[in-house]
Nanobody
Framework: QVQLVESGGGLVQAGGSLRVSCAASGRTFSTYTMGWFRQAPGKEREFVAAIRWTGGSPYYTDSVKGRFTNSRDNAKNTVYLQMNSLKPADTAVYYC????????????????????WGQGTQVTVSS
């Protein structure tokens, strides 16, 4: 079982950068595909990025490609979301999540793919 705690959110001006982190507890962190989702006020939670437990290139939703970078450090049990060129439309609560099944990476863009969620961290981008 993995437990997750996000940090690093905050307020930034448009065009600025933030890095949010997700620290995981549990000895099997390296075997989990990890995802990032976000929920803006009045909207449904949406997929942002995922990094598979096998490594390889992360996957991003189109609206953040080229601006966000998802990475993981298995030695530190942490995943990161580096967000550059931020826009007001990026304002949301950002959640990290661990895949429902360890050692699985075939499906990772749906909320139901994930079984453990962090508490979320607020990112606000002012215009």
């Amino acid at each position: 079982q993995v437990q997750l705690v996000e940090s690093g959110g905050g307020l930034v001006q448009a065009g600025g950068s933030l890095r949010v982190s997700c620290a995981a507890s549990g000895r099997t962190f390296s075997t989990y595909t990890m995802g990032w989702f976000r929920q803006a006020p009045g909207k449904e939670r949406e997929f942002v990025a995922a990094i598979r437990w096998t490594g390889g290139s992360p996957y991003y939703t189109d609206s953040v490609k080229g601006r966000f970078t998802n990475s993981r450090d298995n030695a530190k049990n942490t995943v990161y979301l580096q967000m550059n060129s931020l826009k007001p439309a990026d304002t949301a609560v950002y959640y990290c999540a661990a895949h429902r099944y360890p050692g699985y990476s075939a499906s990772y863009v749906q909320e139901n793919d994930y079984g453990t969620w962090g508490q979320g961290t607020q990112v606000t981008v002012s215009s």
